[in-house]
């Protein structure tokens, strides 16, 4: 818990302290500057070029660093800048995404369980269809749909993402719309819409609070790859998985030359691969403190 805990405040500190560890020289803060017009990666401490120097020089911009501290992905996309502000990104991504799957899964299942009869089934047969669909495969299609954008992937990450959300609130609640609290307030003249809100879901969400926190990782990880893919973020965009992207044809380095390219895919593996392992430890350590059972209490 205290490694999840340190990994996520450092997280926290890159994302919001972004704009001083990696100015932007752009009005786009979210757009990778270019170090050079050079397609082959360069090594971290690559000096930006001039030609490229001059052109920020023409639109006024004030260069405040001027080498690739991480070294320079396809065509001088500095790495470090993009890591640096896919923080953002990925804090965007996850957060956003599993808040409005997250309630837009709670309202149906919760809608389901404490009404039963054909309100139940419905919704659980819709629920199924969209269960059919393999997650990482429809986000992909939808998004190509959409059109190419962080938002589209957003789109698709929510509406193929609440069902596992509906189907655990709903099995809570119909174990817990059962207990003589519950029975009391409908004795009592109490709105179905107060007892569920005021009642059932107090007793009920924390199993939600934990696959959600540990979806967060889920999320990121799967908007990474549909960037990689090509159908994420748009060219240029700092996001981790944009970044791996840029890697896929110098991860096995130059012939002879095996691994020359390492900076182009170390990099964001590690940031993507720590910032999930962060949000999973946590997820663990708040099943561990919610769940009575597993405190003894029970």
């Known amino acids: 818990s205290l490694v999840g805990i340190v990994l996520l405040f450092i997280f926290i500190i890159i994302a919001l302290f972004a704009p001083i560890i990696a100015p932007p020289l752009s009005d786009n803060p979210y757009q990778v500057p270019r170090m050079s017009w050079d397609v082959n990666p360069q090594p971290p401490g690559f000096p930006m070029s001039d030609d490229i120097r001059e052109v920020y020089d023409f639109m006024g911009t004030e260069i405040k660093y001027d080498k690739a501290i991480c070294g320079t992905a396809e065509g001088g996309y500095d790495i470090f800048y993009g890591l640096i502000w896919g923080t953002r990104t990925a ?31 419905g919704l659980m047969r819709i ?12 986000a992909m299609v939808l998004t190509t749909i959409l059109g190419r954008g962080l938002d589209k992937v957003m789109i698709a990450l929510i509406v193929f993402g609440w069902m596992g959300y509906a189907r655990l609130i709903r099995g809570s609640i119909l174990s817990a719309k059962e207990e003589t609290y519950v029975m009391a307030a ?54 981790w998985g944009q970044m791996v992207s840029f890697a896929r044809n110098w991860i096995i380095g130059a012939p002879g030359h095996a691994g020359q390219y390492w900076y182009t895919v170390l990099y964001p593996g590690i940031f993507i691969v720590l910032f999930v392992l962060a949000w999973n430890l946590i997820g663990d350590t708040l099943r561990d403190i919610l769940d009575p059972r597993l405190r003894g209490e029970l």
Do not use: R
């Open 127 to 138: 629920t199924d269809i969209f269960l059919s669909f393999p997650f990482l495969v429809a």
């Open 186 to 239: 409908k004795a009592l003249g109490v709105k179905d819409i107060k007892i569920i809100w005021k009642h059932l879901l107090p007793n009920t969400i924390f199993p939600v609070m934990v696959q959600g926190t540990m979806s967060i990782g889920s999320m990121v990880i799967t908007a990474a790859a549909l960037s990689f893919l090509g159908v994420g973020a748009p060219v240029g965009y700092a996001d």
């Open 91 to 121: 804090f965007k991504i996850g957060l956003i995404t599993v808040t409005v799957a997250g309630f837009i899964g709670v309202f149906i299942g919760s809608i389901s369980a404490y009404f039963g009869g054909w309100i139940d089934e």
